[in-house]
């Protein structure tokens, strides 16, 4: 039996049998997920997209014109939403026109107004030396890294692996980003989180966590928002 406390029983599927439990129970929380049908509703590629939309829609991240690396962007949501917050479509012809680069190590379909490098490993320095190349010196107001590994299930093992992504995405951001730019990091909480926002904060004017309504109260998933970049010394 599974243990929840689903209520949806109209909507259950016929073939649960057969399916391993962790997969039923997968399934049942994804129908019974109003964020899993919003977002279908609205064309998103996945629920995460409202996770972007709730921290933007708090904190002013995005703004037309801005130019935005997206990090571990597939399938594509919160490409989805930062190609309309920047207006890298040109939708809006009264406001600036942004850009947005995505980047994952799977492939990432087309997305309209999105510059894609699918299948290809962020951290791996070639990676980064084509995203740089793709800038041409125009220096980035936002960086965001949704990027997670393959969680082992191993708590301290995956929070170490997804520090690993969040760090290689700061020196990144670093590199690239103008004054006063903003840096968003997904993380899994652990003992070394405070760790990351010290060394943020040293770069960074505002530095906090935020866990928007779409990231589930039960995942140690927690986001980085790092604002007002100071710069580097040359
Ligand atoms: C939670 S998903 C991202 C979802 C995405 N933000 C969206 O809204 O569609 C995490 C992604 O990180 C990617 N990823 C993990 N390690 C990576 C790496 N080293 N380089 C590039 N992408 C990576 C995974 O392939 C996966 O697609």
Redesign the pocket.
């Known amino acids: 039996m599974i243990s929840t406390s689903y209520q949806l029983s109209k909507q259950l599927p016929k073939d649960l049998k057969g399916r391993s439990k962790s997969s039923q129970e997968w399934l049942i929380r994804q129908l019974a997920d109003p964020y899993v049908e919003k977002a279908r509703m609205l064309n998103?590629?996945?629920r995460?997209?409202f996770?972007?939309i709730e921290i933007d829609d708090k904190f002013s991240l995005l703004a037309p014109g801005h130019c935005v690396v997206?990090?571990?962007?597939?399938?594509?949501?919160?490409?989805?939403?930062a190609v309309h917050r920047v207006n890298a479509t040109r939708k809006d012809t009264k406001k600036p026109v942004g850009r947005v680069i995505a980047?994952?190590?799977?492939p990432i379909y087309p997305i309209e107004g999105a510059i894609l490098m699918g299948g290809?490993?962020?951290?791996?320095p070639s990676?980064q030396a084509r995203l740089l190349e793709l800038l041409d010196g125009k220096k980035v107001d936002v960086v965001?890294s949704?990027?997670?590994?393959?969680a082992t299930g191993v708590h301290a093992m995956d929070h170490e692996n997804i520090l690993h992504?969040a760090y290689?995405a700061l020196r990144f951001a670093l590199q690239v980003s103008c004054v006063g730019a903003s840096v968003l990091l997904?993380i899994w909480d652990g003992r070394e989180s405070s760790r990351l926002e010290k060394d943020i904060a040293k770069f960074y004017k505002q530095v906090r966590f935020a866990k928007p309504p779409a990231s589930r109260g039960d995942s140690a998933e927690t986001f980085l928002l790092a604002r007002m970049f100071k710069g580097l010394k040359s």
């Open positions: 998103y590629r996945c995460s997209a996770k972007l997206d990090c571990g962007a597939a399938p594509g949501s919160w490409t989805q939403v980047v994952d190590r799977n290809v490993d962020f951290t791996a990676a965001l949704d990027m997670a590994p393959n992504l290689s997904k």
